[in-house]
């Protein structure tokens, strides 16, 4: 009998993730739309683009997969300034200037004022 009850919650479980895929795929097309679908720095289109945080958060911070991505939509759609649509490529240069030192962020700009 336990068997049949924990089978049968897997199976609600199993469909209302399929569910909440579906409307997570509708709701980040909208949100790519609304963005303009295209990389903010580069202006690419046709592309993997993702949502870059401005300024980080919490929301999401202690869930994983599909839930954490459903929470991060509701933040861009509550805060949409708080994020930039970049492409895969220009992600990543953004993250790697993030990361470095105060220091050598100033003299990377200092080359690029060139």
């Known amino acids: 009998m ?39 720095i580069c202006g690419r289109t046709g592309i993997m683009l993702v949502f870059h945080h401005l ?21 861009i759609e509550e805060n949409p300034s708080n994020f930039r649509l970049l492409c895969v490529r220009c992600h990543q240069l953004v993250t790697a200037l993030e990361s470095l030192p105060n220091e050598s962020r100033e003299r990377l700009t200092s080359i690029l004022q060139i």
């Open 2 to 40: 336990a068997e049949a009850v924990d089978e049968h919650r897997k199976e609600l479980s199993r469909k209302y993730a399929k569910k909440a895929y579906a409307n997570y795929k509708v709701k980040r097309k909208s949100l790519l739309k609304k963005f303009g679908d295209n990389c903010w």
């Open 55 to 75: 300024v980080y958060g919490l929301v999401g911070q202690y869930r994983k997969g599909l839930w954490r991505r459903i929470l991060h939509l509701r933040e």
